[in-house]
């Protein structure tokens, strides 16, 4: 790529364009995975995000891949032939999966996002630029979508400028489990099941009593009550099935019950291969 010439203005208030980004937790994981094996003299990654474009013009991210890459105050070299490569196999697997855009680690933009914004313009319109914050500073992981808008004066570019977009980002429970182990810096070992259940309760309760102080508090005049709120509560509490204390405590029980059942027969299983194992190296060495 050629040298670094671009002016970069990047705003952080979100875009008011209809463009809107939705990713998958897997393209977060991997990012923070190829984070983790980055070559020593690597301060960021970068790499390519691959999804689809959704009726409503929402960006479907589903899938990523790094791209090596040498980086330096001046200019950029991106290896262009690994990156199509990849693209290749990865399209083997998943047709319907394209290039949306690509991402990088760190927050906000660089002087040499303009350059690389450039490269993959021409693969894809519109290409989307995602960042994640892969240091999770204060436990948080800042991650934002922006798009570039060229600057013009006459016929010549004289900046890149990054207007952030909306980013929705949802987990289904377990997910979420697991980004936040990923937001610590160092765990002494991963929750069982029963240990995730226990926070994922812990986390309900906590929601619960947030409902009910809201609640409260409307109902003494103290806040202003909000018609899509109220909306959105009843709506919850009617899609609850009408269990009785007994009859719920009894399903609890019988999927708990259930649930170390299995772990009993996959404990069984595994050491019946271990000792399956262990006989059949007997008998060869016999």
Not at 29 to 47: L, M, S, T
Not at 59 to 65: A, E, G, K, L, P
Not at 168 to 187: Q, S
Request: aromatic share 6%; glycine share 6%; charged share 20%.
């Amino acid at each position: 790529m050629a040298a670094n010439e671009h002016t970069v203005l990047q705003f952080n208030t979100p875009s008011t364009a209809s463009l809107s980004v939705k990713v998958h937790p897997l393209v977060i994981f991997n990012i923070c995975d190829c984070y983790v094996r980055r070559p020593d003299q690597a301060e960021r990654v970068i790499g390519t995000l691959l999804g689809s474009v959704l009726p409503d013009g929402t960006v479907d991210i589903r899938n990523s891949y790094a791209v090596p890459h040498t980086e330096s105050s001046e200019q950029v070299a991106l290896d262009i032939e690994y990156h199509h490569n990849m693209l290749v196999s990865h399209q083997k697997v998943n047709p319907k999966e394209v290039i949306v855009g690509w991402y990088s680690t760190g927050l906000g933009v660089t002087g040499g996002s303009a350059l690389i914004h450039d490269f993959y313009s021409r693969e894809v319109p519109n290409p989307v630029h995602l960042t994640v914050d892969t240091g999770f500073r204060n436990g948080e992981g800042t991650i934002k979508a922006y798009i570039s808008v060229n600057l013009a004066l006459v016929d010549r570019q004289i900046a890149a400028q990054f207007q952030e977009i909306p980013l929705d980002l949802r987990m289904i429970e377990a997910e979420r489990l697991g980004y936040d182990i990923l937001k610590t810096t160092a765990v002494d070992k991963l929750p069982n099941d029963l240990e995730g259940m226990e926070v994922t309760m812990e986390r309900l309760l906590a929601l619960i009593d947030d409902v009910y102080k809201h609640v409260d508090d409307v109902v003494e005049g103290r806040v202003a009550a909000e018609n899509s709120i109220g909306r959105f509560i009843a709506d919850t509490v009617a899609s609850l099935p009408k269990l009785s204390p007994p009859a719920f405590n009894k399903l609890v029980n019988d999927s708990l019950q259930d649930q170390l059942l299995l772990l009993y027969l996959s404990s069984i299983t595994r050491t019946q291969l271990g000792l399956a194992e262990k006989l059949n190296t007997a008998a060869q060495m016999l």
